[in-house]
């Protein structure tokens, strides 16, 4: 079970840091992703954390954004700074069932099918 929180109002330029708590798997031996889903569009992939530590980014939010892990608290925290008003979504993240997975190609990451568990979503609203 995942539980996303953090989500928010903030103006732009401002920072939000969503997390997403983890129960009945460890975060360290899973990839956990963050997608994003703005109204009338489809999810969108944000970011992703592997296994081992790897971290991909969708371009949009690269130099903005940071995934990590807290091993203490079995979540996945995503740090947002410099938020923009096309950042405005709900916030779900997810988790791959593959334990320890090796899968080396970014591709799959991004990939919503990858997922086997998501959260319930949190609201980021990034004002002009």
């Known amino acids: 079970q995942l539980q996303a929180s953090g989500g928010g109002l903030v103006q732009a330029g401002g920072s939000l840091r969503p997390s997403c708590a983890a129960s009945g798997r460890t975060v360290f031996n899973y990839a956990v992703g963050w997608f994003r889903q703005a109204p009338g569009k489809e999810r969108e992939f944000v970011a992703a954390?592997?296994?081992?530590?790897?971290?991909y980014y969708t371009d949009s939010v690269k130099g903005r954004f940071a995934i990590s892990r807290d091993n203490a608290k079995n979540s996945v925290n995503l740090q947002m700074d410099s938020l923009k008003p096309e950042d405005t979504a709900v916030y779900y993240c997810?988790?791959?069932?593959?334990?320890?997975?090796?899968?080396?190609?970014?591709?799959?990451?991004?990939?919503?099918?990858?997922?086997?568990?998501w959260g319930q979503g949190t609201q980021v609203t990034v004002s002009s």
């Open positions: 954390i592997r296994p081992g530590g790897t971290k």
């Open positions: 997810a988790l791959d069932n593959l334990f320890r997975s090796s899968v080396h190609e970014p591709n799959y990451y991004a990939d919503r099918r990858t997922y086997d568990y």
